[in-house]
């Protein structure tokens, strides 16, 4: 699965859109992290414990939405976006969409 942030890929050409491919997951923090989390606020600095669950939460919603390009028969998902939010006060979701597509070499 070729999956670029770009609208075109170098050497393919589109054959057939499919569609609006989508993944998305929300993250809950625990009370070690926020205590971690709360911690590090007081002194400043990264805070690596949301960082890496951000990042734990993006390559699921990755997945997920490669998953459903693949249902639709798609071997490409171009022009891909990731979106966050907050949902409620102790939790994230995070968005990935972009249109699955067929290609083939030039």
Aim: charged share 25%.
């Amino acid at each position: 699965m070729i999956v670029v942030t770009t609208e075109k890929i170098p050497g393919y050409r589109i054959v057939e859109v499919k569609g609006l491919a989508r993944g998305g997951v929300v993250m809950a923090t625990h009370l070690g992290r926020d205590i971690l989390a709360g911690l590090r606020n007081l002194v400043g600095g990264e805070v690596k414990e949301y960082t890496e669950m951000m990042a734990q939460a993006r390559e699921i919603a990755l997945q997920r939405m490669i998953q459903s390009a693949e249902e639709m028969g798609a071997n490409a998902v171009i022009g891909v976006r990731f979106m966050t939010s907050n949902v409620g006060q102790r939790m994230a979701e995070v968005y990935a969409y972009g249109t699955a597509v067929r290609v083939e070499p030039e």
